[in-house]
């Protein structure tokens, strides 16, 4: 499953990167959006988060992309709050089909940094609150770094072929 998610967001023009932890975890990032996308075993092509089904092609994914929706297309993303200031433009109406992601926040302009062993997603930007009428100015920094397995130190557990760990920290 990673090499073809991979390959299918390369194909619809969205650039990856994989960080490797010490133990073997792969984190996918996707600086669209400046989500892990996927997270993966030392040994396993298989992805501990949900992704969006649109992902499964090529076709499909350009399709989703080339949308005006929402790209929720899953993994680990960032919300703020409070909600009503950012994702809902005629507050105090509540309406669900008025609510709105700002594009600033996410896809976002994530940039790619490597330092000191991590990988840094940043995305400056300015937001409008709703109900104060400001403006103010964020940068939100990701810092992907190693997790050792919580379970490590437990006997008999590095001998089970049942349980694969995967796990990264972010600050």
């Keep these: 499953m990673l090499s073809s998610l991979i390959h299918t967001l390369d194909e619809a023009g969205k650039r990856t ?24 075993a030392a040994e396993s092509e298989e992805n501990f988060f949900w992704t969006h089904s ?8 350009r399709a989703f992309y080339e949308s005006d929706v929402w790209h929720n297309f899953g993994g680990d993303r960032t919300w703020l709050s409070p909600e009503v200031d950012l994702f809902f433009p005629h507050f105090p109406n ?20 490597r330092m000191n062993g991590g990988v840094r997603l940043v995305n400056r930007l300015t937001l409008s609150l709703v109900r104060s009428k400001q403006r103010v100015e964020l940068e939100i920094v990701k810092w992907v770094a190693p997790a050792p397995n919580p379970l490590r130190y437990e006997r008999g557990l590095k001998e089970s072929r049942r349980l694969e760990y995967a796990g990264y920290t972010q600050h």
Excluded: N, W
Aim: net charge positive; proline share 8%; charged share 25%.
């Design 54 to 61: 649109a992902l499964s092609s090529v076709d499909s994914a």
């Design 17 to 40: 990167e994989i960080y490797r932890s010490p133990d073997g975890t792969r984190v996918l990032l996707l600086p669209h959006g400046g989500r892990a996308l996927g997270l993966f």
């Design 94 to 113: 509540l309406d669900l089909a008025k609510y709105r992601v700002p594009r600033q926040l996410d896809p976002g302009d994530y940039k790619i940094v």
